[in-house]
């Protein structure tokens, strides 16, 4: 099947600083999404992007869709404790109506006070 | 309004025992998922339904059976469980097509 790759695995950092995390695709999507996913929960979108070269904020996130069609970043500024969590990031493809979504492994990102 | 809910969970079985997973909508969507979420893999669709009355075989279909009860409920079934069935299960719903797709809290499972 289709694979996402995503790194990096996991980042510690100081709050106040900023992060950077995407995904690659051997498969070129139709949409790109990330899904943030705190202990205990089911993941939450952040942010979704529909078109190849978009670029889309939502207060300190931002997330670009790759010009090819198989990668995509997501950025956050000036971190807070409240950032940490996982962060997923998933494609939706052209097959079966756009239903399947395929998940990358995640970024789990600590946050030091 | 309570989204996407799921019973139970926690769950632990022995090998061989069987149980289902229950999972409803209360946003009148017409789709609805199944996924698993192991360490490190992200989250795998197992089944969904696109719309009342249909079924479909995501990633990992193996070992599981799902039912579209109505428009609200869908359930997923392990006949025999096996420990490679331990994992946190999702349930997610969406309008349909390229809407966005809404999570449960998940169940966790441990199979023995």
């Known amino acids: 099947g289709q694979q996402l790759n995503q790194s990096p695995q996991s980042m510690f950092i100081q709050e106040g600083e900023d992060v950077s995390m995407n995904c690659t695709s051997s498969?070129?999507?139709?949409?790109w999404l990330w899904y943030k996913q705190e202990p205990g929960e089911g993941p939450v979108l952040l942010i979704a992007l529909y078109k190849a070269g978009e670029l889309t904020s939502n207060g300190r996130l931002t997330a670009q869709f790759g010009i090819t069609r198989k990668d995509s970043f997501l950025n956050i500024s000036a971190s807070i404790p409240s950032d940490v969590g996982i962060y997923f990031c998933a494609g939706q493809g052209f097959d079966n109506a756009g239903n399947m979504l395929t998940f990358g492994g995640g970024t789990r990102l600590m946050v030091k006070p | 309004n309570a989204g996407v809910t799921q019973t139970p969970k926690f769950q632990v079985l022995k090998t061989g025992q069987s149980m289902t997973l229950q999972c409803a909508q209360d946003m009148n969507h017409n789709s609805m998922y199944w996924y698993r979420q192991d360490p490190g893999m992200g989250l795998r669709l197992i089944y969904y339904s696109a719309s009342e009355g249909t079924t479909d075989k995501g990633e990992v279909p193996n070992g599981y059976n799902v039912s579209r009860l109505n428009k609200r409920e869908f359930s997923l079934r392990l006949e025999s469980a096996a420990p490679s069935q331990t994992s946190v299960y999702f349930c997610?719903?969406?309008?349909?097509?390229?809407?966005?797709?809404?999570f449960g809290p998940g169940t966790r499972l441990l199979v023995l």
């Open positions: 997610a719903s969406s309008r349909g097509g390229q809407e966005t797709q809404y």
């Open positions: 498969s070129i999507f139709n949409t």
